[in-house]
Each structure stands twice: as C-alpha cells, then as structure tokens.
C-alpha cells in the first residue's frame, strides 16, 4: 500500500531514510511543530520493514531497556509532550502499576509496545516494505544540486520501484550484524539478531549443545535464555576475556550520555575524542548489566552444587573451526593459554559478536561523491546532523547514526534521540528560511 505522495508534484522537505526509534522521534518532532506553526515541514518516512518493528530478534520476555524511561522519544526535549513513555503507560492502564515496581528501566519488550504506539500515531507519515535502494542527485538550473531523487522498491515486490523527491534526506538506517571474518550462516550458525526466530525454528528438536561467541549484553543475554529454552543442554559461553565485564552505568560516568556531553565531545580535538571513546568504551561495547552477571554465576555455582552442569564457561578461548555435516555442528574451541583444541559437537551456534553502523556510501550512491570526508575518510557532519557537502549543494543530508567520530558514544543510542530529533527540525527550519532570504 503507498501512503506517501509520489510524482514529480510532490516534493518533500524532508524524506527519512529507515523508521526506527530515531526516525519516529524526528517524525512526532515535526509533527509537533506542524500542530502548533503555520511553517510547515512535509516529511515522509520509509521503512523496508513491513510493519515497525525494533530489534525483534533479540525481544527476550524478561530483558530490560539499558536506558532509562525518561529518555524516550520526546521526554527530554518536550516533557509536556504526550508521546512520552508516561502518557503510553497512562493509555494502556499500568501508569500506577509502573511506578509501584520503582525502577527507571522497563522491560524492552514493553518500550517496544511504546515504539508501536507512538508510530501507529505517526502511520500517515510512513511507507512500511519500502526498502530505499538508492538516493540520486536532482539539479535544478546553473547546475546546483537542490533536491534528491529517492528510489524505494517493497521488498516482496522488487521488480516494482518508486522515486520521490526531497529537499533534505534524514538516513537512520540504524547497525547491521558484525559477524567474525569466513562466518558461514545456516540454520545452526546465526547471529543474535536473529536468536528468537532461530530458536522457534529448533523447537521440539532435540538439542543437547548450544555454543555463544562473545562477552557483552547480547551475549550473556543469549546464554542465558538458551539455557532456559533448551532446558536439557548444554550452553558454553565462548569468549576471549578471562569473565564478563560489568557496564558502568555509574552516575559521573553516565554523563556521557548527555545532551551537553555531545557539545563537548563534537568540539574536541581527534586525540581527546578518541580518548573520551576508549575511556567510556565499558559504559556500552562489551559489557554486560552486573545483575545479569551475578544471575549466570549463581546459575552456574547452584549446577555445581547439585552435581548437574549445564553453563559452562569457555572464557580466555577462541573458536577456531565450524564444520557442518548432517545438521550437526563441529565446534573447534582453542584455550588460548595453552593452545589446546577441543572440538564440541553443538547443535548450534550463536554469534553475539555485536553490530557496525552500516556503510550508508553505497546507500547515497552517487550522493556519496558530495559528502566532504576527514583526514581518516569519515563523512564529515554538522553540529547539528548535516553532512558538510560540496559547494554547489543545497539539498540537505542528515544522520542520525553512524556519527559516533562526530557526535560521540550516543550516536547509535536512544540516550539523546529526543533531542537530536529536536535539532534537526530546527536546522531544517533554519536551511528553510536562509534559502528564503
Ligand atoms: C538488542 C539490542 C538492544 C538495544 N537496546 C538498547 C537500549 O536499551 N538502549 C539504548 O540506548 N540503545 C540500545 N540499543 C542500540 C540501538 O542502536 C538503538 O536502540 C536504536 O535501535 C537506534 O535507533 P535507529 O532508529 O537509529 O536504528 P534502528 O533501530 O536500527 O532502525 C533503523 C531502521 O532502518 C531500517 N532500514 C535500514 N536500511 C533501510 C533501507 N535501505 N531502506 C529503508 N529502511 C531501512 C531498518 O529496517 C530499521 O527499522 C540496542 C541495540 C540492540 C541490537
Ligand atoms: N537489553 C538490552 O537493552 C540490550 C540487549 C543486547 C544488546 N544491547 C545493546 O546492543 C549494543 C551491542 O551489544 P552486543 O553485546 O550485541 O555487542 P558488543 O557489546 O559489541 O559485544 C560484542 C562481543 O563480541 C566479541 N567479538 C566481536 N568480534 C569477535 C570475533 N571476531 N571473534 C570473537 N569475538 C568477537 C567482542 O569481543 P571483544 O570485546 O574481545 O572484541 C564482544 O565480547 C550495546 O549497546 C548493548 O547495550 C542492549
């Protein structure tokens, strides 16, 4: 079903590129705008996904937001605004019941209902199974580049595409799984991005082993709801530290995560920014949430007591080899102190070897060509989102994601959506009205 205009009449201020939590916060910051100013932003939103949905394969019944509530998608911009987490739980009857548990940290499974509301709310703006495949440059007279020509095609459909033109593009197309170098995926080796569906897929089939690759949050989360699911096997963590790391959501270091922390961050010289990024580096890569930690060694400790060892612990290893042969899995395991090979027979195996933002250059195309880079070849952008493009240019690309070189740690978090949402309405308006003048 088409939602949004098409046809060279139509032509949007501004057309986002993926419908993920960054791009809903943009679209209900317009909105906002437009309910209460005569200066109106036409935007349109498209998503290759058929219906919204925010890392579905990692939507674990009892897994908690890393972030806390207020920082949803408009709380910190617009606290009075009633898209907030508050208002959704006030809509769905448990705003009381919320509170009585005291945390600042909702289960994910329930922000994702949040999500799901709040863009059905924006459904008018958004094209769902519109996977965009290319972004072209549209020159207007004396050769200045004033517009980009969109192309999306539904992926259930893909002879069939469509071109809409926009003003200004917002890409936040969000991180694709990070896979170690010669991964073979198959119905036993996957990422974790993919955990849920592949453990419905196995269900009723015996499985004895399950293996997980790597020490973070979607690690140690993987561990344990294997060894919950498939309550005969056994499940080995595998990784290369000696024990998981806890994450430092400590309050100094938290501040990291702040609107200001961003201006800091962006006006540092490269050695400070890259200092700032490896110092924070445990309040979010390859780390995992302590209470989780202190579950999976009493887990571990209560099977060494009763004499039944399910969790088992292959720290300070590597996997060196997978064969498969006869929907079985051949699993070599180094223990890196001594070189030792172990080969485990394993019914599967999951990568949680975290995410990379996407490579958005072969996304933009020929677009890519007017983006001015930095001396380490990164897309140069803006404070305020914009990439810094050619001088003949006056369309408008944003991102949100993929600016962690730029914009520090909360590039690729929901901590400052609200806000980031905010400003690049607000850059939008402003590009508007110096075109104007
Ligand atoms: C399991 C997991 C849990 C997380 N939990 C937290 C948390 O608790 N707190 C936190 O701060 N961060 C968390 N994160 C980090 C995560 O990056 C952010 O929560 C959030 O997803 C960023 O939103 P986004 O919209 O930028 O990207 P995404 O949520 O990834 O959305 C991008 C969207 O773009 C679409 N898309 C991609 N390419 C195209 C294309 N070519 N055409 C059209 N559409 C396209 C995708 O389908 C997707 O819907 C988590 C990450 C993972 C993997
Ligand atoms: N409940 C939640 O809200 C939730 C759940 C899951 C994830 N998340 C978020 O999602 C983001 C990503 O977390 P993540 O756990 O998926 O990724 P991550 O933190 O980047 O961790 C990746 C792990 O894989 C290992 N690894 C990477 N490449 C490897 C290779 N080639 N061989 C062996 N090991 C390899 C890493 O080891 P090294 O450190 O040694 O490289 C690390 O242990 C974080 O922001 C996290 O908070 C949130």
Redesign the pocket.
Known sequence: MTTLRTGPEAVYDVLGIGFGPSNLALSIAIEEHNNTSGDVITAGFLERQPQFGWHRG?LLDD????VSFPKDLVTMRNPASDFSFLCYLRERGRLVDFLNQKTLFPL?AEFHDYFEWAAARMRHLVEYSAEVLQIEPVRAEGGEIRWFDVTSRDPDDPGRTVVRRARNICVAVGLEP?L?PGTVLSDRVCH?SELIPRVAEMAGAPVRRALV???????A?AVDYLHRVFADAEVCAV???YGYTPADDTPFANRIFDPEAVDVYYTSPPEVKQSLLEYHRST????VDSELIESLYATMYREQVHGRKRLRMMNVS?IRDVREQDGRLAVTVEYLPTGEHEVLDADLLVH????RSQDIGALLGETAKLCLRDDEDAIRVDRDHRVKVAPQVTAGIYLQGGTEHSHGLTST?LSTTAIRAGEIRDSLLAQRSLTAN
Request: aromatic share 10%; glycine share 10%.
């Open positions: 990692m897994a908690t937001m890393q994910r990070h170690p974790t690759l790597g020490a973070g949050q979607s690690a989360e990784f290369a530290k979010n890569y390859s780390v590597r949680a070897t975290g995410y978090l």
